[in-house]
């Protein structure tokens, strides 16, 4: 394996008696397909990750402090919280030492100010549509803006949040108002009144590789489904809604169908709306044209989406550039910012993990409390589970190799690192069960899951098995369990929804010997 990463990414949870403006489900959908795209890019890469998931921003440091990781894979775009504190992730990993991918706190908190945004392109003399911000409480006013078609958008949100069909309203209206109110009331936002710029919407994505930016193949959203039934946006339903009239009908076209010479056009002001922003490693510009290819900035997004069915992934394939690609050159990027002089190939030794040499033998009582220090340790089970797993090892304790629990501990010298449990499964002919595999975070990544799971299948083989079963949960910070399993041979049989709790799937592997 050429090193370590760690995957960082959300969990969106609902407000307890909250309403609900947002779908918290979908977006956790969204940020599964994130983590399982990178994971595959890191497999075929060769190198060995983690994955933690986390709901606040308070719950980060201690997820660096105890992470070997220096190098960490940033997906995280929300958090429960402040609308803004996703945008500390970068600033806190390396406040820890570590070397974050994508776009630094800096930038990160300009772009996911509109307003601001807006003033900055400004100043950089980049085209932005007119418009006036209206602070919480206060009324609209028309402050000198011509009379004609507004959108009107949350200043802080992003990925369409708070806007829909009637998010576009005409000057002067009482729609206007009403749509002002709206996000006043159900986001708790300024709400940015904004010229609508009502023909072709075009997503340009850039690409730092070392010093260099590139921009990707321009993609254009088609609208011509829409008629004049819907506003030509790309709407809250149309990124989210999977059912909905609009998310199936606004695909993109890549590369877009535009002139040479707009498209140049374009292609410089999206590198110099990065610049203006401070953007790094990748970011994705959006841009609405008028009917005369007039072009407006509508704002800069860092860390976009790159979901295999986003538009950033999109623009990698139409550029010739492989996910895996695109992974490896974010690594590099986050890897020269570390500011230690050191390569890919050696983040493990910078690591400080070192490969054990390991023995394996059946529990004894002496063993029980560091074996249960070793599941607390992990931060993987919840207390009812580590209750289970007690229970369990007191059994296999009081009744040693004659207990339907054979329990082995693995030692790297005199320290155990990990404990194996595993049982014929009851009622079955050659049918088994591992009920616990669990290895010391210090020596995760080491190889000693795996020879404990070798020594089991051995086992089991001897004693006639003809099937094992391993069970784990569906939730995003054990797919690296689960690609654990599957590097070892095992199959996805099926997924029972819901099983551990609500959100919390039981997917079970089998393995015919």
Known sequence: MQGSVLI?????????????????????VSVLDEVAAVAGAL??????????????????????????????????????????????????????????TGNDTACMLLAQDKWRTKSILRAANLPCPHGVIVPIGEKFYPSGLASGRYIVKPVFSDASEGIDTRSVVDLPSTALHHAVQRIHEQLNQPALVEQFIPDKELNVSVLQRDDKVEVLPIAEIDFTAFGDNYPHIVDYAAKWQLDSFTYKHSPRIIPAPLSEDVAELVRSIAVDSWRALGCQDFARVDFRLDENDNIFVLEVNPNPDISPDAGFAAALGAGGISFEEFVQILLNNALSRLGEKCSISNLKTMSNITQPKLSIRYTCPRDRTRILSILEETKFFRPEELKVAEEVLDEALAKGPESHYQSFVAQDGDNIVGWLCFGLTPCTIGTFDIYWVAVAPEKQRCGVGAYLMEYATNLIKNRKGRMIIVETSGMLRYISTRRFYEKLGYRKATRVKDFYAIGDDKIIYTKCL
């Open 43 to 100: 497999d075929k890469l060769g190198f060995d990750y983690r994955v933690e998931s986390i709901k606040q921003i308070r719950d980060l440091p201690d997820v660096l402090s105890r992470s070997p990781e220096k190098i960490i894979f940033n997906l995280i775009e929300d958090l429960n919280g402040s609308v803004l504190d996703f945008c500390y992730v970068p600033a806190i990993c390396s406040a820890h030492g570590k070397a974050c």
């Open 8 to 28: 960082l990414n959300h969990i969106m949870e609902k407000p307890a008696g909250g309403g609900d403006k947002f779908d918290y489900e979908q977006s956790n």
